[in-house]
C-alpha cells in the first residue's frame, strides 16, 4: 500500500524542522514497514527561507518531493493541487503549522491501514483561540447544517485520509471557489471520524485570516446550502395565497355590505403583505437560479 502525505507550506521555516523530525520519525516506525510513504510539498511562493530548508529536506530523504508553484495558490486549491501529483493507494493531508498534532496524524494513519475503502477525517472537538472566532464557526457549522439540510459534522478539519477513488475525483473538481470538506461530506458516506484536540501554532502566525475564512465558509453555503432559499420561496408564496386569499374575502364583505372599521389599515397591511411575498419569492427564484449557475461553475455533474 502507498500513501502520499500532501503539505502545503507558505512561510513556515519555523516549524518545517519539527514537522521534518516528528513526520519522519513516525513514518519510520517499524509498524509501517509494508507502507510505502511519499511526501509532496507545495512551495507557495515562500519568501522566509522556507523554501531552501525544504530542498534540503528533499535532498537528505528520497521520499520527499517539493515542488516551487509558479503562481499562489489558495489553501484548497493546494490541497488539491497536491492530489494531482501523485497516483499513490491513498492521499493525507497535513498542515505545516502542525496545529493538527503528529500523534493524532499517526491515529488516522492506523485507522486507515485498517479501513482502506474509508475516508478518515479528523474532527477538531477543542480548540484554543478567540471566543469571537470559535464562536463565527459554530454559527458557520450551524447554518451549513441548517441550509443543508444535514447534521453537518461539526469540527470537521482539512485534515484526513483519502482512498484513491476519492481523492482522484476531489483533484478532478473544478480548481476555483473549493469546499473539500463538503465536497467529502455531501458525496461520501463512508467516513470514519477521529477525535482530537486542535493545538495553538507553536510559531508563527495564521495565513487564515477572518477573510479568507469568510470566503470558504461562503463558498460551503453556496455550494451545499439551499435550505433556506427555499423556505423563502415556499414562505413568500404561503404569505402571498393567503393574503390574496383574505384580500378577496374583504373584498367580497364589503360588497356585501360587511364593515370592517378600518379599511385604510386593512389595505396598506394586504398590500404590504402581497408586495414582501413577491419580492421574498423573486428573490427565492434569483437566488436559487444563481446558486444552480455556481453550483454548476463548481461541481460535476451538479443538476
Not at 502507498?2 to 513556515?12: A, Y
Not at 467529502?184 to 484536540?197: H, P, R, S, V
Not at 378577496?248 to 414582501?276: A, N
Request: include cysteine.
Amino acid at each position: 500500500m502507498s500513501i502520499c502525505i500532501g503539505i502545503p507550506v507558505k512561510n513556515e521555516s519555523q516549524n518545517i524542522p519539527l514537522l521534518q523530525k516528528q513526520l519522519s520519525n513516525l513514518i519510520d516506525k517499524t509498524k509501517y514497514n509494508g507502507v510505502t510513504f511519499c511526501i509532496c510539498v507545495n512551495d507557495n511562493l515562500s519568501t522566509d527561507g522556507s523554501t531552501e530548508q525544504l530542498l534540503a529536506w528533499q535532498d537528505t530523504d528520497n521520499r520527499v518531493k517539493v515542488y516551487k508553484l509558479l503562481q499562489p495558490l489558495e489553501f484548497q486549491s493546494s490541497i488539491q493541487n497536491l492530489m494531482k501529483k501523485t497516483s499513490a493507494d491513498a492521499f493525507a493531508i497535513l498542515q505545516s503549522d502542525l496545529q493538527d498534532p503528529i500523534a493524532d496524524f499517526e491515529k488516522l494513519l492506523d485507522t486507515y491501514i485498517t479501513n482502506q475503502e474509508h475516508i478518515v477525517a479528523g474532527r477538531a472537538v477543542t480548540r484554543k483561540g478567540s471566543r469571537f472566532v470559535n464562536r463565527v464557526r459554530a454559527i458557520f457549522y450551524w447554518l451549513l447544517s441548517s441550509s443543508s439540510g444535514t447534521n453537518y459534522v461539526s469540527g470537521f478539519q482539512d485534515f484526513y485520509i483519502l482512498p484513491k477513488y476519492v481523492y482522484s475525483q476531489t483533484a478532478s473538481l473544478p480548481n476555483n471557489r473549493l469546499f473539500i470538506r463538503g465536497f467529502l461530506y455531501f458525496n461520501f458516506t463512508n467516513i470514519i471520524f477521529i477525535d482530537y484536540q486542535r493545538t495553538d501554532r507553536i510559531f508563527g502566525e495564521s495565513k487564515f485570516n477572518f477573510v479568507k475564512m469568510y470566503d470558504l465558509a461562503l463558498d460551503g453555503l453556496l455550494l451545499y446550502g439551499r435550505r433556506f432559499i427555499r423556505i423563502l420561496s415556499i414562505t413568500s408564496f404561503l404569505i402571498f395565497f393567503s393574503s390574496l386569499t383574505f384580500g378577496l374575502v374583504v373584498l367580497i364583505m364589503t360588497f356585501l355590505g360587511f364593515d370592517f372599521g378600518s379599511k385604510g389599515w386593512t389595505s396598506i397591511i394586504l398590500s404590504i403583505s402581497i408586495l414582501v411575498s413577491i419580492l421574498g419569492m423573486l428573490a427565492g427564484v434569483i437566488l436559487e437560479y444563481l446558486i444552480r449557475i455556481y453550483a454548476r461553475l463548481n461541481l460535476p455533474n451538479t443538476d
